[in-house]
Nanobody, 123 residues
Framework: QVRLVESGGGSVQAGGSLRLSCVAS????????MGWFRQAPGKEREGVAT???????YYADSVKGRFTISQDNAKNTLYLLMDSLKAEDTAWYYC?????????????????WGRGTQVTVSS
């Protein structure tokens, strides 16, 4: 059973940085593509950044140039470095895994999810 555990969220002032981590387990011999999603109160869950097993990345327009997704395959860990944070980045952030829709920013294409980590950016 795939298990994803996020960490690294917190409260930060606008302009600051945070690095989120997501440790994966239960992969067995399969390889999964990963993504970071976020959900703000009253809004739908949106794809923030994704990365394929080959390292191809996708970023939502709202975070391009500010966020960087990366992965350490030896540690089964996914990262999201968030710089120049804005108040509108405030949300719960989730990592997710899929084996069939690599690179997709569409949440419903990811069957495995962590429980999330909260990010609050004050202006």
């Amino acid at each position: 059973q795939v298990r994803l555990v996020e960490s690294g969220g917190g409260s930060v002032q606008a302009g600051g940085s945070l690095r989120l981590s997501c440790v994966a387990s239960g992969y067995g011999n399969r390889r999964y593509c990963m993504g970071w999603f976020r959900q703000a109160p009253g809004k739908e869950r949106e794809g923030v950044a994704t990365i394929t097993t080959g390292g191809t990345t996708y970023y939502a327009d709202s975070v391009k140039g500010r966020f960087t997704i990366s992965q350490d395959n030896a540690k089964n860990t996914l990262y999201l470095l968030m710089d120049s944070l804005k108040a509108e980045d405030t949300a719960w952030y989730y990592c997710a895994a899929t084996s069939n829709f690599c690179g997709s920013p569409v949440a419903r294409r990811y069957p495995y999810w962590g429980r999330g980590t909260q990010v609050t950016v004050s202006s």
